[in-house]
């Protein structure tokens, strides 16, 4: 009803009153039920999460705790597969809570996370990534401790997990920082022990993430201005308990190696007691921990990056310094560094870190100490002790005398040159000589690892400054040690200090020997004492009969190898040390460097040792040695190339060639009596997954009583001395190729011709018989053949091609693919018919082994050098390679191997690919052949190329495949949109953390088929693709 004067059309007053509260609660209502609605939604989670979380615990407790192999097994598929899935997070989550009472239960639970989020984090919204980073932080708050008030193990892992998180999140960083601060704040052990565990993961998380990505962390940002906040809180937490102190110690070496601009000079002017607490702790006893969380910490401390200290340094910087070396002198008589140096026994591991620490703080700061004026020339004589301490130890000290020469002499302490220089040679070559008592390394104190090491890589840096400082006088020491008859040990390392040295002996032989006004200077003088001293030794070696310790036969075969050049300017001492090392060769002391030094003779002494007489002289004893089964045939090898290099100096042809026969008649007679020994292998070759096996389940090569095992390796053995002898007759002919017919003379006059047309049947024999070594040995020594002779060897190329392709198609072995190429190569002008044949054969068989094999990745060599030689093939001889009928196949096995992990042969079909869409002028009469394998299959090798880019290809690979991917773009611009459309619409196409349709995948089609875009910014859109992709960005 309406009240009078009530406008008709006006609502009555009552309805007007149910309106206005119609008007509020409807909203009011709708809010209600969507609350109590989230209500019943988050029970269900949580329902859902606590049902997950058991039979996560139970699955976990089956893998840790059950007897049954079974059971574990199936516990652990089962963990495997349920750590990938979402309800992974939620089930984590519920049993990291305090409310788990099994700390190994919620250790495993906070590690899954911890993976998940270095995995999976870029999967996560923003309120899902709040709410997990709020909880972590309340579990690991209310987790248990461990012993002296630290975090347990769960609580640390935690940390960690939600350090992980934080380094991959703008601002999450640093406001965890501050978090771990405030908590800090306290300076209680508990809560001060879980901040310093957060502030270590913190800093180590963010640098974990950069090295990984490559690039800066989300999470850096704004941790650099926190920096002196969080070295104010180590410094107050340090001193609550020792383990408080390695916990501070360790988070300390963390956010140094930030480089957020903490430096020594920073540290000691801003964080005093923190520096000195750490020096401190070097010496602490019975405490490993605490000293290597010490030693960590300042080595870090101390880099180039955190500390520079040029001699230029402020006098902040300076003073830093000089109370560091005072501090060290203090604490070194504590740790009684001198008396335990010079005692001889090894240092524990206290006396080890503060020598590393030591010696850590001496090399950063040695331009400093170099121009002292004698405040920081203590630090010297401290370094000298580590010098003359164990090997470890002194090895330590070595930057130190190293960074030294960075300064010039006359710029250094007057105690810093000549004198300084004459203690560290002593000092050094004691540390050169092996002990008067040793006589093997398997009775010896020593480690032979770490003794040559130290030797190799450490002394003979600074021996050869000591040379350049002292010049005669160190020519003298090393005099010293020959005179008179000196332990074999002290001859030794004479004689290896000059080997050690020979590069810089020999510049300095090579250096003027006048000053400016044409006078005898100093550089004359040191030239005379090394000749002088090098006259001497090599004298005595020359008459010596080469016995006694291997060490000392070793250290003599690689000083004459080293100086073979020089010795070829005396005729009696090269002789005298030729028969000094084949004696040595044939006394098996140290036969591989021998060998060694025999080539380096032959090599610079040719010209003097090429007479007929000497050579025939030579000839005789040498393969004897090369056909000697007691030597390895590596050490026989390298006396063959050897004799080979004096062979090619020969005077004439026809001393040459008789020569070349003496060589190959032993090799050759060994292949006679060897071949019948193995059974012809005629027929197809069976992929390695297909071959057939015994009845019995094993691979055929077991029969009754072990007969056909023994056979089996007997025909092995037979096969590797073939393949010795057909390498040996290889080597012979390496060096001919400098043999020069004269007067116009056929190729077939050549001696390298006579000696293959001798060995041919061997050859031709051995081919049908020989096993994947046998035949590899074969084809190199065609190779060799080939590079010797060029095209003289057409005669024999018929027969030569034949073997390869019968041999390729029987065995496939990487030499016939090298054998190929170097034959396209030399002969694919003259030879097209008979190349394209062997082509051809070479084609069908690899393509046909991709396309039925299982495992296409198992053959990375032998398709590495396919693609190379199709690559090489498109290079020299195109209309070989794009004529064969066989193309289409090519192209498609190049395109199925594109997604491939294995690099080389990868790259290599990639680099195919390139070549053979984008051609070459030779090839522009068979551009049909590449326009009609684009057109057939080109969206298949796309999609490889886009699978390769997203996710299949290693990094490594990155950058091939965009360049592929541009030059499929290039080649069918029209096409190209349509076929990544495709491609990433393909179920089956993995690809990584990248939404399937979305905006991503959209900029990516629109940039890589945007036609006449330049290089620069193709390879940038499809390189963020591969990283979005790879969840390295979003």
């Given at each position: 009803s309406r009240g009078a004067g009530e406008h008709p059309c006006a609502p009555s007053s009552a309805w007007s009153k149910h309106s206005l509260l119609l008007a509020w609660g409807v909203p009011t209502l709708a809010l209600v039920v969507r609350r109590r609605a989230g209500q019943h939604t988050a029970s269900r989670k949580r329902m859902a999460h606590a049902a997950h979380a058991t039979n996560l615990r139970q699955a976990y407790a089956l893998l840790t705790a059950s007897s049954s192999e079974a059971e574990r097994r199936a516990a652990n598929e089962w963990l495997v597969g349920f750590a990938k899935t979402a309800e992974a997070w939620g089930a984590a989550e519920e049993l990291v809570r305090p409310s788990e009472a099994a700390e190994e239960v919620a250790f495993f639970a906070a590690n899954l996370l911890y993976s998940k989020i270095k995995t999976e984090w870029h999967t996560l919204a923003d309120a899902p990534r709040r709410q997990l980073r709020d909880a972590l932080w309340s579990a690991a708050c209310g987790r248990p401790s461990g012993g002296e008030g630290q975090p347990g193990p769960a609580a640390r892992r935690l940390c960690l997990a939600l350090a992980a998180a934080a380094a991959r999140t703008e601002g999450l960083a640093e406001e965890s920082t501050r978090l771990a601060l405030s908590l800090a704040a306290a300076a209680d052990a508990v809560q001060g022990g879980l901040a310093v565990e957060l502030l270590g993961a913190l800093a180590n998380e963010v640098v974990a993430e950069e090295e990984a990505t490559g690039a800066a962390s989300p999470g850096r940002s704004g941790l650099r201005a926190l920096a002196p906040a969080v070295l104010c809180a180590l410094q107050a937490l340090a001193p609550l308990s020792s383990s408080m102190c390695i916990g501070c110690l360790r988070a300390l070496q963390a956010w140094l190696a930030l480089n957020a601009g903490s430096s020594l000079a920073s540290l000691y002017a801003g964080q005093g007691p923190l520096l000195a607490a750490t020096l401190n702790a070097l010496a602490a006893v019975n405490n490993e921990p605490l000293n290597l969380a010490a030693a960590d910490a300042l080595g870090e401390l101390l880099t180039s990056t955190n500390s520079p200290l040029p001699a230029s340094a402020p006098r902040g910087a300076r003073d830093a310094a000089e109370a560091v070396a005072a501090q060290f002198g203090v604490l070194a008589r504590e740790?009684?560094?001198?008396?335990?140096?010079?005692?001889?026994?090894?240092?524990?591991?206290?006396?080890?870190?503060?020598?590393?620490?030591?010696?850590?703080?001496?090399?950063?700061?040695?331009?400093?100490?170099?121009?002292?004026?004698?405040?920081?020339?203590?630090?010297?004589?401290?370094?000298?002790?580590c010098a003359g301490g164990e090997l470890r130890v002194a090895e330590l000290s070595i930057d130190f005398w190293v960074g030294l020469q960075?300064?010039?002499?006359?710029?250094?302490?007057?105690?810093?040159?000549?004198?300084?220089?004459?203690?560290?040679?002593?000092?050094?070559?004691?540390?050169?000589?092996?002990?008067?008592?040793?006589?093997?390394?398997?009775?010896?104190?020593?480690?032979?690892?770490?003794?040559?090491?130290?030797?190799?890589?450490?002394?003979?840096?600074?021996?050869?400054?000591?040379?350049?400082?002292?010049?005669?006088?160190?020519?003298?020491?090393?005099?010293?040690?020959?005179?008179?008859?000196?332990?074999?040990?002290?001859?030794?390392?004479?004689?290896?200090?000059?080997?050690?040295?020979?590069?810089?002996?020999?510049?300095?032989?090579?250096?003027?020997?006048?000053?400016?006004?044409?006078?005898?200077?100093?550089?004359?003088?040191?030239?005379?004492?090394?000749?002088?001293?090098?006259?001497?030794?090599?004298?005595?070696?020359?008459?010596?009969?080469?016995?006694?310790?291997?060490?000392?036969?070793?250290?003599?075969?690689?000083?004459?190898?080293?100086?073979?050049?020089?010795?070829?300017?005396?005729?009696?001492?090269?002789?005298?040390?030729?028969?000094?090392?084949?004696?040595?060769?044939?006394?098996?002391?140290?036969?591989?460097?021998?060998?060694?030094?025999?080539?380096?003779?032959?090599?610079?002494?040719?010209?003097?040792?090429?007479?007929?007489?000497?050579?025939?002289?030579?000839?005789?004893?040498?393969?004897?040695?090369?056909?000697?089964?007691?030597?390895?045939?590596?050490?026989?090898?390298?006396?063959?190339?050897?004799?080979?290099?004096?062979?090619?100096?020969?005077?004439s042809p026809a001393e040459a060639e008789q020569l070349l026969h003496a060589l190959v008649r032993a090799p050759c007679e060994q292949l006679a009596a060897l071949l019948p020994h193995l059974p012809p292998s005629d027929g197809a070759s069976v992929p390695p997954e297909t071959a057939p096996r015994a009845s019995d389940g094993s691979d055929g090569s077991r029969g009754s009583g072990g007969e056909a095992a023994a056979t089996a390796a007997s025909t092995q053995g037979v096969e590797e001395a073939v393949a010795t002898q057909l390498a040996l007759i290889g080597a012979a002919i390496r060096f001919s190729d400098t043999i020069q017919v004269g007067g116009g003379g056929s190729c077939a006059a050549h001696p390298v011709f006579a000696v293959l047309s001798y060995c041919w049947p061997l050859l031709q024999d051995a081919s049908r018989r020989g096993g994947p070594s046998v035949l590899q040995a074969l084809l190199e020594l065609h190779g060799r053949a080939m590079g010797c002779l060029g095209g003289g060897l057409a005669p024999l190329l018929p027969s030569i091609l034949e073997q390869i392709g019968t041999t390729f198609c029987r065995r496939p072995v990487v030499g016939a693919l090298e054998c190929l190429t170097q034959a396209i190569e030399l002969y694919g002008e003259s030879h097209e018919a008979p190349l394209s044949d062997t082509l051809e054969k070479f084609v069908d068989a690899v393509c046909g082994w991709l396309a039925s094999t299982a495992a296409p990745e198992a053959e990375p060599e032998l398709l590495s050098a396919f693609f190379e030689l199709c690559h090489r093939c498109l290079v020299f001889r195109p209309q070989l390679l794009l004529s064969l009928p066989c193309v289409a196949s090519l192209f498609d096995a190049a395109a199925a191997c594109v997604a491939h992990q294995e690099f080389q042969h990868t790259r290599a079909a990639i680099t195919f690919l390139c070549l053979f869409l984008s051609g070459t002028d030779a090839a522009n009469l068979y551009r049909e052949s590449a326009a009609h394998c684009l057109q057939r299959s080109g969206g298949t090798l796309l999609r490889y190329c886009v699978q390769g880019l997203a996710s299949a290809s290693p990094a490594n690979l990155v950058d091939h495949q965009i360049e592929l991917l541009r030059v499929i773009a290039e080649s069918a611009p029209t096409a190209v949109h349509g076929w990544l459309v495709a491609a990433l619409a393909d179920p089956g196409l993995d690809l990584g953390a990248l939404p399937r349709q979305g905006a991503a995948a959209e900029a990516f089609v629109r940039g890589a088929a945007q036609q006449h875009a330049t290089v620069a910014a193709f390879h940038c859109v499809a390189s963020e693709f591969s990283r979005v992709c790879r969840g390295k960005a979003r």
């Open positions: 740790v009684r560094l001198a008396e335990l140096l010079m005692s001889g026994e090894p240092a524990d591991d206290r006396l080890f870190y503060f020598c590393r620490a030591l010696c850590a703080f001496a090399e950063r700061c040695v331009d400093l100490v170099a121009v002292t004026e004698g405040s920081l020339l203590p630090l010297v004589e401290l370094l000298l002790l960075d300064t010039a002499v006359a710029q250094r302490h007057e105690r810093l040159r000549a004198p300084l220089y004459r203690r560290l040679a002593t000092l050094l070559l004691d540390k050169c000589t092996l002990p008067a008592e040793f006589t093997s390394w398997d009775e010896a104190a020593e480690d032979e690892e770490e003794f040559r090491r130290f030797r190799e890589q450490s002394a003979l840096e600074v021996l050869g400054a000591c040379l350049s400082l002292l010049a005669c006088e160190f020519v003298g020491q090393l005099q010293a040690m020959l005179q008179g008859s000196p332990p074999w040990q002290k001859l030794e390392a004479a004689l290896f200090v000059l080997r050690g040295l020979h590069v810089q002996i020999k510049g300095a032989l090579r250096g003027s020997a006048a000053d400016g006004e044409g006078r005898p200077s100093a550089a004359a003088e040191l030239q005379a004492a090394l000749n002088q001293l090098l006259g001497f030794v090599f004298g005595q070696l020359a008459a010596w009969r080469p016995s006694g310790a291997t060490l000392l036969v070793e250290s003599a075969m690689r000083l004459v190898g080293a100086f073979a050049k020089w010795l070829q300017r005396d005729e009696a001492l090269l002789r005298g040390c030729l028969r000094l090392v084949l004696e040595a060769v044939q006394a098996g002391g140290a036969p591989e460097h021998a060998a060694e030094a025999f080539r380096a003779l032959c090599i610079h002494g040719r010209r003097r040792l090429a007479s007929a007489a000497y050579l025939s002289e030579l000839v005789g004893p040498c393969t004897a040695l090369a056909g000697s089964a007691a030597l390895a045939s590596s050490v026989r090898l390298t006396l063959q190339e050897a004799l080979a290099r004096l062979v090619g100096a020969a005077p």
